[in-house]
């Protein structure tokens, strides 16, 4: 922060509040009620796959992780350009889910947890209890996941234990969803679409990178 401009410290605090809006806003679709029945995207893989509670560990940890931890990696590692594509691409790719799960409401029935370990417990009171079965497609945990790692390969260069580590720590996210049965197979396909679409569009639209023509085969 200290090699920042004025401009430059505002904006990065304004990124993070933008994140933490981005947060409250998915909490605001989550909590929602509908006058209506919203759909059901199970396949018929999802029937097939068991509960894994151990996967709370890293499904909890992806708030904490994508919203400050990866943010403030690219921003000490990488530089100003590199943070604010990482949180202006969060920013938007809560703004594209909020808009799917305005027009395009989904649900992921409550699978009964019998187990007595910690990590049941944990599953049920902390997970169920907080989390509503509501607005599963596209997952935002596997979009802001994706964008995490997205973010930490363009710094394995600079970073390259740190990248690696939280890369594959992020990645358990991703079957995390559907081990906990929060949510179904199709919702990580749709995380990863946006997320994809999100980074690269910030990426092109921040850093402006030159992508010229080669022309070969001239008679």
Partial sequence: M??????????????????????????????????YEPLVMRGWLDAKIPVVSIF?????????????????????????????????AIILGQLSLDIAYAFFQTQVPRTPVLGNSVFDWILVH??????????????????WSVVSMIALWRLRHLAPRTSYMLGFWFFLILPATVFLHQHFVI????????????????????EKPSLPVSVSGKS
Avoid: M
């Fill in 126 to 143: 902390v997970v169920y209890g907080n989390d509503q079965p509501l607005n599963g497609f596209p997952s935002n945990h596997v979009t």
């Fill in 56 to 88: 709370v560990i890293p499904y909890l940890s992806f708030h904490l992780l994508a919203a400050f931890v990866v943010p403030i990696l690219s921003l000490r590692i990488a530089g100003f350009r590199a943070f604010l594509v990482n949180g202006l």
């Fill in 187 to 206: 919702d990580i396909y749709g995380g990863i679409f946006v997320a994809f679409t999100c980074y690269w569009i910030t990426a092109f639209w921040i």
């Fill in 2 to 35: 200290k090699d920042l401009s004025r401009n430059e410290k505002y904006s990065v605090y304004g990124i993070f509040f933008g994140i933490i809006l981005a947060f409250v806003s998915y909490e605001l679709f989550n909590k929602a009620t509908y006058s």
